[in-house]
């Protein structure tokens, strides 16, 4: 055997043996019975709990997010042309008067300071439909995220004007 061999075995031996606790657990690190993974549980279709709730809508929000989705739902089906968009690689300018027409550049901006206020849940009802065209979902979906929040919590609506104007 090689000299490697024997000092791991002599360490080995002079180690310390740990006795086990005396209780249910050995080891000691389980306070509950074993559980599967709650990644696991979902695969399997499986839940021990609801993790996100689904979100109630109201009655008034509903019939106010009514009147948002046909006329934007006509105007993507009659307006909008994707494969123009994709084979010039630019939204018309029509188009664009479009959508700030309709108040789709201020979806979730206040309703006092112009837009149109809507909830998360609602803004999400139109996004089923501006994302039918991916070029467009993009542009809208920028203006709701990108800096607009933090606008919105943290600065003053002087400052957020100043911005909209100077950038």
């Known amino acids: 055997m090689s000299a490697v061999l024997l000092l791991l075995r002599a360490l080995r031996a002079a180690r310390p043996r ?3 606790r005396a209780g249910p657990s050995a080891r000691g ?13 979902l695969f399997l279709g499986t839940l021990r709990k609801v993790v996100f ?17 046909g006329p934007v739902e006509k105007f993507f089906n009659e307006e909008v042309d994707s494969k123009k968009i994709d084979q010039d690689a630019k939204i018309p300018p029509e188009t664009l008067q479009g959508l700030k027409d309709l108040g789709l550049f201020g979806m979730q901006i206040p309703e006092e300071y112009g837009g149109l206020g809507l909830s998360n849940t609602m803004y999400a009802r139109l996004g089923e439909i501006t994302s039918l065209d991916g070029s467009i979902a993009v542009t809208l ?18 400052e957020v004007e100043y911005a909209v104007l100077v950038f």
């Open 29 to 41: 690190l389980r306070t509950a019975a074993p559980r599967r993974a709650f990644a696991k549980e």
């Open 18 to 20: 740990l006795q086990p």
């Open 53 to 69: 709730p689904y979100p109630e809508i109201s009655n008034e929000e509903l019939a106010e997010i009514n009147q948002f989705v």
């Open 141 to 158: 979906a920028a203006h709701q995220a990108i800096g607009l929040k933090v606008m919105l919590l943290l600065w003053e609506w002087e």
